[in-house]
C-alpha cells in the first residue's frame, strides 16, 4: 500500500508541474506576442517619420551686433574712480557685476 500512495503522490506532483509549465509557456507566449506587437507599431511610425519630408531649416537667429573694434567710443564715466591722470589718451573701462 506505501508502494501505491506514493505513486499517487508522485502523479500529483508530476501533474502540478505539467500544469505550471503550461501556465509559464502561455504567461511568456503572451507576453512576446505583447512585445511584438509593440515593435511592429514602433517599426511603422519610425517608417512614417523616415518618409516625412524635413522640416525647412530654421533661420538662424540674428546676432546681436559686436562693438566695431576699429571705431574710438566716447565712454561717460562720471564720478568712477579711476587711476591715473584725468587727461590720458587712452582710458581702459572694466566692468563687472558681482552677483
Do not use: C
Amino acid at each position: 500500500m506505501a508502494q501505491g500512495s506514493s505513486a499517487g503522490g508522485l502523479v500529483a506532483a508530476a501533474l502540478i508541474l505539467g500544469g505550471s509549465l503550461l501556465g509559464g509557456s502561455y504567461l511568456i507566449a503572451g507576453s512576446i506576442d505583447r512585445g511584438v506587437a509593440e515593435i511592429s507599431g514602433l517599426t511603422s511610425a519610425v517608417q512614417t517619420a523616415a518618409a516625412a519630408k524635413p522640416a525647412a531649416p530654421q533661420a538662424a537667429p540674428s546676432r546681436s551686433r559686436r562693438p566695431d573694434p576699429s571705431k574710438v567710443y566716447d565712454v561717460k564715466i562720471g564720478s568712477a574712480p579711476f587711476k591715473g591722470p584725468a587727461d590720458a589718451a587712452i582710458t581702459v573701462v572694466e566692468f563687472s557685476d558681482f552677483q
